[in-house]
């Protein structure tokens, strides 16, 4: 059966139009479970009825034709109730509904099945014969796994039918990237030569395609420094190191040096060996189980396009646009999204992709809305008005007035509030009734949060260290690290600086350090990795103590800390660092401060053994992106289960209260540096429960500083014992927006959560 399931799919993979597949799908599927009959249903959610879209065995005619009401039938039954229902004698059951048109009248038994797409019913599968049989468990189990092959496949075109449509009002739904409202038309980009369209070919002229090979790397070059040079002036000099990547890539001997090989030892053509090196590359990449580093693929594949794109036309590939536009891409790139000048990108779209997409991570240090992850058919959308909505991950096509009026409207406040929020900028961090507040800066890895100084932040809540052991094709020198290190220190003078060690390993493998597990996510990372590698551990410690020198305002962070052990070896590995560097500097006449050594809670473990860390460590700081994820086992990148993904879960918000009153009851500093903080819900939630010390992006600080200043701890106080009371997600976050909606701050909600 296996075969004849991999020959289904197949056909209806190579079917060029849904109507294909379905035929295809019918008349396979009647053959391998040798039944009398197989159809389609696919659900038409505006008619709120199912639609026969394919069949072999009932009626040709009546395809197309024949409708049965969602809340009628059999068919209507199993998308109730979203299971596998299984009949001897469907004719019988007080569910069937006769259709004269579709000539089921010689068949009893019945098996169907849900065609499921993102929770939703999309359709239902059919299988039916004349004799009176109960279908065993095996044909059960093949048309279930035929019904979860076609349910993309059915989304798909039903996307792709409502693009078509004049005015339309359901979203095509993906994973917010960037925040914010956009309403523009859409401009679609493609590259001008796609990777996978290359077919490879070898050349007599060996020696020319070297030298064409080299002179395109250098114009791409000159392109990427281009545009980091222009993306620095529009979005920060922090952004624009992303930028680095790219040109390290370009003087990369592991990249060039193959590709060069297979022209001049293999005789392949310089836009064939480009294409072949660079797939390789990009398929340890993508096999790699971190979201993160999967997406490096795409900055190799991007790289690649624009060498290729130089070897097929002397010319670079630029955008011209005039007015301000979505971009919409197959694949977004940082890259592609630097070439859009700054005052034209409303807002971006990208087919695939996630959060840690460059495309993301630059479009949030620009404020640009951005949505990753869409399916569409990306030829039907170009020119077509689009609404971004950058909170809840929805895109809507050719809007009806009254959405577009609620947009428009949401926009106009987005904009008014930027205005607003900086009349506070020059006043202390505190509530109308005198409660005082840090707002701390999150910085590092993701390029939204800029290492320049911001002048509202109290400090740096969390820097994160990995960036310096991405750029290089090996571990940075203790000089490299140092020297990072020292400017961020330097930068922030006066105020604290937390550094957290390198947090990467099983499920953030450096290219030059691989490492491969069967459940990364529970596997050699973060402190775990560093206390196995000491050696590693003392360099980057050394050289945070060596910035530190004369600035004390160092403080050091342990990340994913799941038991007392790791803590008390990691304090004895600092200890032996700061005696080491601390008599470096006594030779020199000064002293070297031990600095403030905290704990990132993120693992469930940590919440438990908080009394046997007190003695330990001096502060911990709430990592509420990961504890959350590991607390509902919800993987927040994925679109498929992101709904799941819920920071005022009855659990989560339990976890945190023991947080903050363990670091009343032990006089420890409580800090929350996840996206909760500046979230203005979340932020005042957490007001509530009794944390004072709040890290964020950069583009937050000012907002959530405006919230605060206009809300009184007596007043959220109480509203959080009453969404207590009722244990309910929805409940607690609507009694705190609606404080916000009361006292005139309702354009800080999320666009998303207003009315659909």
């Known amino acids: 059966m296996l075969t004849q399931l991999r020959h289904i799919v197949e056909s209806m993979t190579e079917a060029s139009s849904l109507e294909q597949a379905l035929h295809a799908l019918v008349r396979l599927t009647r053959s391998a479970m040798v039944v009398d009959c197989c159809s389609v249903y696919v659900a038409e959610p505006e008619q709120r009825c199912y639609r026969l879209a394919a069949t072999d065995g009932l009626a040709a005619a009546a395809v197309g034709k024949a409708f049965l009401p969602f809340e009628e039938g059999i068919v209507g039954l199993i998308g109730q109730r979203e299971e596998l229902i299984n009949l001897a004698d469907a004719p019988s059951h007080p569910a069937f509904k006769f259709l004269p048109d579709v000539a089921e009248e010689p068949f009893r038994s019945f098996l169907g099945a849900p065609i499921m797409h993102q929770r939703q019913v999309v359709g239902v599968l059919v299988v039916q014969q004349k004799d009176c049989r109960l279908f065993d468990e095996g044909e059960e189990s093949f048309l279930v796994t035929l019904a979860a092959q076609l349910a993309a496949r059915i989304a798909h075109a ?194 695939t992709g996630s959060t840690n997409s460059h495309a993301a991570i630059l479009a949030r240090a620009m404020g640009v809305p951005a949505i990753m992850g869409v399916d569409f058919p990306l030829a039907e959308i170009h020119q077509h008005l689009l609404v971004v909505d950058g909170y809840s991950g929805d895109l809507f096509v050719e809007p009806s007035e009254p959405l577009l009026i609620e947009y428009r409207q949401l926009l106009h406040e987005e904009q008014a509030l930027d205005a607003l929020v900086h009349s506070t900028d020059g006043q202390p961090s505190e509530t109308l009734d005198g409660v005082k507040v840090s707002l701390l800066l999150n910085a590092g890895l993701s390029a939204d949060t800029e290492i320049a100084l911001n002048d509202l932040a109290d400090g740096v809540g969390l820097y994160r260290t990995e960036i310096p052991f991405m750029l290089h094709d090996s571990f940075p020198s203790e000089w490299e690290q140092t020297e990072r290190y020292r400017a961020i220190l330097e930068t922030y003078r006066g105020r604290p600086v937390c550094m957290r060690t390198l947090d990467v390993g099983g499920d953030k493998q450096l290219p030059y350090f691989p490492i491969v597990e069967e459940n990364p996510f529970l596997g050699w990372r973060g402190i775990r990795l560093t206390l196995d590698h000491p050696e590693l551990f003392l360099v980057q410690l050394k050289a945070m103590l060596r910035a530190s020198e004369g600035l004390d305002n160092l403080s050091i962070m342990l990340p994913m800390i799941s038991c007392i052990g790791e803590i008390e070896s990691a304090r004895r590995l600092l200890d032996q660092a700061w005696r080491e560097v601390s008599e470096e500097v006594a030779s020199r006449g000064h002293i070297l401060h031990y600095p403030s050594l905290g704990v990132m809670i993120e693992v469930p473990s940590a919440l438990y053994i908080l009394p046997e860390m007190t003695p330990l460590i001096d502060f911990w700081s709430v990592g509420s992106n990961d504890l959350i994820q590991y607390l509902l086992a919800v993987d927040r990148n994925n679109a498929r289960v992101a709904s799941i993904y819920d920071a005022f879960h009855p659990a989560v918000i339990r976890a945190l209260q023991l947080l903050v009153d363990s670091a009343r009851r032990y006089g420890k500093p409580v800090s929350v540096c996840g996206e909760l903080a500046g979230d203005p819900v979340g932020v005042l939630v957490l007001l509530a429960m009794g944390y004072r010390r709040f890290s964020m992006n950069t583009f937050n600080i000012p907002r959530i500083k405006y919230v605060l200043r206009h809300a009184r701890l007596d007043e959220l106080t109480p509203l959080l014992a009453e969404g207590l009371r009722v244990d309910s997600p929805h409940t607690l976050r609507g009694l705190f927006a609606r404080y916000l909606e009361e006292r005139g701050m309702g354009g800080f909600l999320r666009a998303g959560h207003k009315s659909h």
């Open 158 to 351: 039903q996307a792709k039918g409502l693009l078509r449509k004049a005015d339309w009002s359901k979203p095509l739904r993906g994973v917010a990237g960037s925040s914010g409202v956009a309403i523009a038309k859409a401009w679609v980009w493609r590259p001008r030569k796609e990777l996978s369209a290359i077919t490879p070919r070898k050349s007599d002229d060996r020696a020319a395609q070297l030298t064409h090979f080299e002179e395109a790397v250098g114009a791409v070059r000159r392109d990427v420094e281009a545009l980091a040079l222009r993306f620095r002036d529009s979005a920060g000099q922090d952004s624009a190191t992303l930028f680095d990547i790219y040109l390290h890539l370009l003087d990369d001997p592991s990249y060039i040096r193959p590709i060069s090989h297979r022209i001049t030892q293999e005789g392949w053509t310089a836009i064939s060996a480009v294409k072949l090196i660079s797939e390789a590359l990009m398929g340890r990449f993508s096999a790699m189980k971190d979201a993160y580093f999967r997406e490096r693929a795409s900055d190799i594949k991007d790289i690649a396009q624009r060498i290729i794109g130089r070897l097929a036309q002397s010319e670079p590939d630029h955008i011209h646009v005039s007015e301000p536009v979505i971009l919409v891409a197959e694949e977004v790139t940082a890259t592609v999204l630097a070439e859009v000048p700054r005052h034209c990108l409303a807002g971006v779209v990208s087919l």
